[in-house]
């Protein structure tokens, strides 16, 4: 099927990043969101980030323009009715989501493609809610989207062939790479990252090592570009917590049980580069550990 015109729900921080692949990919996008401020906030990020990308070369200024003249907004949810694909990106939280389908779906053309960024919500679940379970699936992007190569492409169980391949091929004509998840918590890069990420927790609770010596033996010793503590701050540790208690409800297996450490962490409000400390405070000129 011909993907021409896409609608993205949210225009949040993935939101606006999707907005700004698509658009520059040639597609016309319609966004949409329930606050006209991040509209707003959105559509001015993304010309900030379209001016870089002119600024270092990687783009024309003429492209800019016209990756621009392709994307609208609407307050109005059923605008987005006559769209090919549609990539749900609002708040991560299912009544949200599944009141989005609900009241999308009278307004859709038969074989619109429905599609959800959740990071730790059930696809299939999600697909039960609407009228096409074999039109819809995960479209899962990196934060932050403009720069990350993967896009994880989630089956949920009914999800048919033409649908994958299709988004399959929206993947390629963005310019990036995709891998195909079956549906369950965390899918692929969650399920190895944050175990990861947690265990280099465990490892500084249990006084194994400190931050430095954590982060310095993944760098050099297994050529990570960042250590797992430095990569957590960056994540934001209340979104690692989270997802670790995704993997543990979902997977119910103690392995996946969050390091106590964590929790404290974010019961402290030490959420990481976005509150200033974590595992580093940031609030001086160069990160310092804080254990
Ligand atoms: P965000 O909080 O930055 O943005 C969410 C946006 O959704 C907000 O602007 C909010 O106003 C809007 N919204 C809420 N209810 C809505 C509704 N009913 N209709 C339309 N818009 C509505 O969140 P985010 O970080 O952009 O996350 C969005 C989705 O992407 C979530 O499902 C999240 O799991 C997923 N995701 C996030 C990341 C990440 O690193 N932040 C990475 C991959 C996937």
């Not at 016309?28 to 906030?41: G, H, R, W």
């Not at 809610?129 to 190569?149: A, L, W, Y």
């Not at 949920?156 to 918590?185: H, M, R, W, Y």
Request: negative net charge; contains cysteine; glycine residues 8%.
């Amino acid at each position: 099927m011909a993907i021409e015109r896409v609608g993205i729900v949210g225009a949040g921080q993935m939101g606006n990043g999707i907005a700004h692949v698509f658009a520059l990919a040639g597609y016309e996008v319609l966004m949409t969101d329930v606050s006209t401020d991040a509209l707003d906030a959105a559509i001015a990020l993304i010309d900030r980030n379209l001016t870089r990308q002119v600024s270092r070369d990687l783009i024309t200024a003429d492209t800019k323009a016209d990756s621009m003249a392709r994307i609208g907004t609407t307050v109005k949810l059923t605008d987005l009715g006559p769209t090919d694909l549609i990539i749900e990106a609002a708040t991560e939280r299912e009544t949200i989501k599944t009141a989005i389908f609900e009241d999308l779906v009278p307004h859709l053309k038969p074989d619109t493609i429905l599609t959800s960024n959740t990071s730790s919500i059930s696809i299939t679940r999600l697909a039960s809610r609407t009228d096409r379970p074999e039109k819809f699936m995960g479209f899962h992007f990196m934060n932050p989207v403009p720069i990350m190569q993967l896009v994880e492409l989630i089956r949920g169980i009914a999800t048919d062939e033409p649908t994958f391949k299709t988004c399959q091929d929206v993947v390629e004509k963005l310019g990036k790479t995709s891998t195909a998840s079956e549906d369950f918590p965390g899918f692929i890069v969650n399920r190895i990252l944050m175990p990861m990420i947690n265990e280099a927790i465990y490892t500084l609770y249990e006084g194994v090592g400190s931050v430095q010596s954590i982060d310095t033996s993944l760098k050099l010793g297994a050529n990570h570009p960042m250590g797992p503590l430095e990569l957590a701050d960056f994540i934001g540790l209340d979104t690692c917590l989270a997802i670790m208690n995704v993997l543990h409800d979902g997977l119910a297996d103690t392995k996946y049980r969050p390091c106590p450490l964590l929790t404290k962490y974010v019961e402290a409000g030490w959420l990481g580069r976005k509150t200033k400390r974590g595992f580093y405070d940031y609030r001086g000129e160069t990160p310092i550990p804080t254990r």
